[in-house]
């Protein structure tokens, strides 16, 4: 079906279309044709009805699907969202011979004018009315159509990434650096400052002489103190 409307993308000309004596399986694939009125599908082979239509085809009045293979009264759940539709014709589906056939396709499109080419009476709704109930409005579905110049969503900007440390803060490791007592404590002090990570911290004090540096932070703690006797 895609491939047989393809060509009508960018040509929303007309007001019928005729797709009759096809190999259509599925009612679907339109582009949006805001035009287009009438659509005549006889003699195809389709059993199923996309879901919104009434997207692609907003001013829709007419569908023909005379012999194709609608069987259930499921099968026309979506045509109930076309609320512009207004003649339609299922003639030789096998449909057409389950119970209540009519009044259900008249409770659940109870715009449609003609059905099969005969006129529906009032006295048909009311009878469809009393085997069903008052008709729900259809909730329209999200449209997956593409609408040129259509507003897209825009996502919101990404949180701004950590600055690397200060020039207080590397000044701050390497003095902790210069006043390290042990070699290993040199080497993470030296390796926190080429990576530009900050884990907490970085002390560095005189105590009577003596020197203390820590550094905290990240699930790591790092000591070393010299106090003198």
């Known amino acids: 079906m895609q491939s047989r409307t393809g060509r009508l993308t960018s040509e929303d000309q007309f007001d019928t279309i005729d797709l009759s004596d096809n190999e259509i ?9 805001k035009r287009l009125k009438s659509i005549l599908l006889s003699n195809n082979k389709i059993c199923r009805v996309a879901d919104g239509l009434e997207q692609c085809l907003p001013k829709l009045e007419t569908l023909v699907l ?5 069987d259930k009264l499921e099968d026309l759940e979506q045509l109930a969202t076309v609320t512009t539709l207004q003649y339609l014709c299922l003639l030789r589906n096998q449909v057409t011979h389950r119970p209540n056939y009519r009044l ?20 048909e ?26 507003t897209q969503k825009t996502l919101p900007p990404p949180p701004p990434q950590p600055s690397g440390p200060s020039p207080r803060e590397v000044a701050r490791i390497r003095e902790a ?15 926190m400052l080429k990576a530009g990570q900050i884990p907490g911290d970085v002390v560095t004090s005189n105590h009577h002489g003596g020197t203390h540096s820590q550094a905290r932070g990240g699930g790591y703690e790092m000591e070393e103190e010299e106090v003198e006797g």
Not at 25 to 33: A, D, Q, R
């Open 66 to 70: 005379t012999n194709n293979n609608l």
């Open 125 to 150: 709704r009311e009878q469809a009315k009393r085997a069903y109930g008052e008709k729900k409005p259809a909730e329209p579905r999200k449209s997956k159509t593409f609408v040129p110049g259509a």
């Open 177 to 191: 650096i210069a006043n390290a007592k042990s070699l290993d404590e040199v080497q993470q002090l030296e390796a």
């Open 25 to 33: 399986k599925k009612l679907e694939g339109f582009p949006l044709l």
């Open 104 to 123: 259900y396709v008249i409770h659940k499109i109870p715009q449609l004018r003609v059905l099969d080419f005969k006129r529906i009476r009032q006295k």
